[in-house]
């Protein structure tokens, strides 16, 4: 058995997830058990500077450097901080916060980039811990988009031998993992891709609307209490991201603030109030959620389990629902696998299988070329590479 801690910080740019797990078995007997699971925000500066990066705005390398620092520094507190009072973990599976994504094909590029700031090496001098770090780098190189990289933790986690499954998350970017019935003994392949935007335009239109009092709308109950404008979201699912056949990814990038800007000058022809545009970027969410399962997928699956912080929208719950009546849609908390951590749980398991010598993509999600090892090891004086 081995302790491991997961670490990320996704889209949001909420905070970093940790999670602290025990980690048994290799792939077909994998066993994770959660011990401790905590989310540590970012000082309210580092943040803005994160989400100003990630929305394009010109630095130089000087502040890079300081940032990407700065950014390794909080993921190594994080670590120290989850084990505080529990026998001490061997290993960090940190992904570090994304910061620049591009994928390949959609940019008439061969190869994708994608940037993750938080130095691997940084956080294992600091917490004095094995660290790995960089998964998306090795997927990139073979081609591969570099996310979804879930996908095949949730193949091992999630499959079910009588019940085909969507997991879904729904962070600031939307992804799915489609587990056919009996996961990798079935015929049917694994496939998976990013959705599109999960909660990073409601976000942003919630900060504008509010005037910046407000970074989400708990609940979904502001967007309830609107009107969805369905001409728009037709309007909008036009658009080339959702057209696009898997293996695709995408990031803030395209789903960003010049979107929202875009989606609130259509908004303005149909005299929408705060709400309305809620409810419609709510129904732009779930709509192309199922919009991609019905283009993409063979067969609807037999239920859909959800993940990450939209899986709290009880607004955004209820419309996903709706539209994939009678699919029961449930979440992974429910079936046993934290819907709040899954993602921190994933890269500690993505680590402890790089340490094992096994691959960690999934080159029907990603569309690399190959499976490979994903990730960069980085020791310290006093840690020894272990498995
Ligand atoms: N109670 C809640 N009600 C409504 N929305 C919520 C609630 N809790 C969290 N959220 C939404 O979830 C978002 C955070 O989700 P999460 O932490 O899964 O994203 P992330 O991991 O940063 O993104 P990604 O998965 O794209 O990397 C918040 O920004 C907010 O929009
Ligand atoms: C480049 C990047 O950080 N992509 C994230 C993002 O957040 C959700 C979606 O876009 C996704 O597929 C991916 O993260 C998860 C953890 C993944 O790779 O599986």
Redesign the pocket.
């Known amino acids: 058995m081995v302790r491991v801690i997961g670490l990320?910080s996704?889209?949001s740019v909420d905070g970093i997830d940790a999670a602290f797990v025990e980690i048994e078995g290799s792939s077909t007997n994998l066993q994770v058990k959660l011990i401790a699971a905590q989310t540590y925000p970012y000082p309210p500066k580092l943040r803005s500077q994160i989400l100003r990066l990630c929305g394009g705005e010109s630095i130089s390398m000087a502040e890079l450097a300081q940032l990407d620092d700065a950014i390794a520094v909080e993921f190594a507190q994080a670590a120290l901080a989850i084990q505080e009072g529990l026998e001490p973990a061997t290993l960090i599976g940190s992904?570090g916060q994304?910061v620049y994504?591009r994928p390949p094909k959609q940019h008439q590029v061969k190869l994708g980039y994608?940037l993750?700031l938080g130095r691997g090496a940084v956080i294992a001098q600091l917490t004095n811990m094995t660290t790995i770090s960089n998964f998306?780098v090795a997927d990139l190189a073979v081609g591969g988009q570099?996310?979804?990289?879930?996908?095949r933790v949730d193949v091992y986690l999630l499959s079910h031998p009588t019940y085909s499954r969507c997991v879904q998350?729904i962070?600031?970017?939307?992804?799915v993992t489609y587990l056919p019935r009996n996961g990798l003994n079935s015929s049917q392949a694994i496939i998976g891709w990013?959705t599109g935007p999960?909660n990073s335009l409601l976000d942003l239109a919630v900060q504008f609307f509010s005037n910046g009092t407000k970074t989400y709308d708990q609940d979904g109950v502001w967007a309830s209490q609107g009107t969805a404008c369905l001409s728009l979201v037709e309007q909008w699912l036009k658009q080339d991201f959702f057209q696009q056949s898997p293996p695709k990814?995408?990031?803030r990038e395209l789903f960003g603030q010049a979107y929202l800007e875009q989606c609130l000058i259509d908004a303005q022809s149909y005299n929408l109030s705060p709400a309305d545009v809620l409810a419609t970027l709510t129904e732009l969410t779930t709509a192309s959620i199922e919009h991609s399962y019905r283009q993409f997928l063979s067969e609807m699956p037999d239920q859909v389990l959800l993940c990450g912080g939209g899986s709290h929208n009880l607004d955004l719950k209820q419309s996903l629902q709706r539209r994939l009546n009678p699919i029961p849609v449930i979440t992974t908390s429910e079936v046993g696998l934290d819907a709040d951590f899954k993602?921190a749980i994933?890269f500690a398991v993505l680590a402890y299988w790089r340490l094992q010598g096994e691959v960690g993509n999934l080159p029907e999600v990603t569309g690399a070329e190959a499976a490979v090892l994903l990730g960069e090891i980085h020791t310290t004086k006093g840690a020894a590479v272990i498995g």
């Open positions: 990320i996704g889209t992904h994304t994504h994608s993750q998306r570099g996310a979804p990289l879930v996908s998350n962070g600031g970017i939307g992804n990013d999960g990814s995408t990031g993602e994933a």
